[in-house]
């Protein structure tokens, strides 16, 4: 079912605190709904809003990382592509930051 996709650990995180997020957010409404709120974004958003922008944000910080990962090898004179666990960091506190403060 899954073969279609290269299943690596960092994806396999990826996608596993993707589904967390998900579950937890859904228990947090049903428990405590949200109201909108102003924050450095240019619009209120509720939780939910800040979520699907963060993973949005997410998915493009890991997208750009793969797509430069080349690149940075040649202007970094690494021996070998950067380590997507880079992105996924990387991703996940831009996530939290834009949940926070969004």
Known sequence: ?????????????????????????????????????????PLETTRGDRLFIGLLTAAYIN???????GKLMAWLSLGSEPSIWISFVLSMLMLVLIMRRG
């Not at 957010?25 to 709120?37: A, H």
């Not at 997208?63 to 990962?69: E, K, N, P, V």
């Open 63 to 69: 997208l750009a990382f793969i797509g430069l990962s």
């Open 1 to 41: 079912m899954f073969r279609w996709m290269a299943w690596t650990t960092p994806v396999a995180v990826f996608f596993t605190c993707i589904v967390l997020m998900l579950v937890v957010m859904t228990v947090w409404e049903r428990k405590s709904p949200t109201t909108l709120r102003k924050g450095f974004l």
